[in-house]
T-cell receptor, first 114, second 112 residues
Framework: DTGVSQDPRHKITKRGQNVTFRCDPI?????LYWYRQTLGQGPEFLTY????????KSRLLSDRFSAERPKGSFSTLEIQRTEQGDSAMYLC????????????FGPGTRLTVL | DAKTTQPTSMDCAEGRAANLPCNHS???????VYWYRQIHSQGPQYIIH???NNETNEMASLIITEDRKSSTLILPHATLRDTAVYYC?????????????FGKGTHLIIQP
């Protein structure tokens, strides 16, 4: 399968712990996006990369959230000092820059903070 | 990006055409209309997009009114697997800096 993959699919953690999620985009896509989705809501855009450059990060929810894409391939999203309000689905998507509105999403990582 | 308005939910009988409306009265000239859907517990899936002409692909048809203030997504022969939340999104052309802006979408339920 050559779609977007995310790991892990589910993560349960205790409040105050750090968590890291990984996203592997479609190989020929140079753009990678992170979204968060809470119950009953549509996905909420967080940040995006073009190759290894993070071009938009003002939408990250707080300074506890950070993302990297060191070699322009896979990306990681880290949440430090997790809070119960961070419980959500974290979605990754990728696209070609010339077709940025056509994004391909992964299955998501479901985070539960106890 | 322009705001969109969609009904909260709709029902459709299996085998019939499902017509999902979307209002985007503040759309500007260079903004496209995109449709995505999200089946339960999966990531969103791109369906179709258009600027001002009607578009058709293997999944659906998109009808945009002449004044571009509204559009309709048509699933010609709905199946149970089309039960999902459908999102209408308006977005500028080209490689814009922002991600997609999702609303709450329309929950389409296909009835057997």
């Amino acid at each position: 399968d050559t779609g977007v993959s995310q790991d892990p699919r589910h993560k349960i953690t205790k409040r105050g712990q750090n968590v890291t999620f990984r996203c592997d985009p479609i190989s020929e896509h140079n753009r990678l996006y992170w979204y968060r989705q809470t119950l009953g809501q549509g996905p909420e855009f967080l940040t995006y990369f073009q190759n290894e450059a993070q071009l938009e990060k003002s939408r990250l929810l707080s300074d506890r959230f950070s993302a990297e894409r060191p070699k322009g391939s896979f990306s990681t999203l880290e949440i430090q000092r997790t809070e119960q309000g961070d419980s959500a689905m974290y979605l990754c998507a990728s696209s070609q820059s010339r077709l940025a509105g056509t994004q391909y999403f992964g299955p998501g990582t479901r985070l539960t903070v106890l | 990006d322009a705001k969109t308005t969609q009904p909260t939910s709709m029902d459709c009988a299996e085998g019939r055409a499902a017509n999902l409306p979307c209002n985007h009265s503040t759309i500007s000239g260079n903004e496209y209309v995109y449709w995505y859907r999200q089946i339960h517990s999966q990531g969103p899936q791109y369906i179709i997009h258009g600027l001002k002409n009607n578009e058709t692909n293997e999944m659906a048809s998109l009808i945009i009114t002449e004044d571009r203030k509204s559009s309709t997504l048509i699933l010609p022969h709905a199946t149970l697997r089309d039960t999902a939340v459908y999102y209408c999104i308006v977005r500028g052309s080209g490689g814009g800096a922002d991600g997609l802006t999702f609303g709450k979408g329309t929950h389409l339920i296909i009835q057997p």
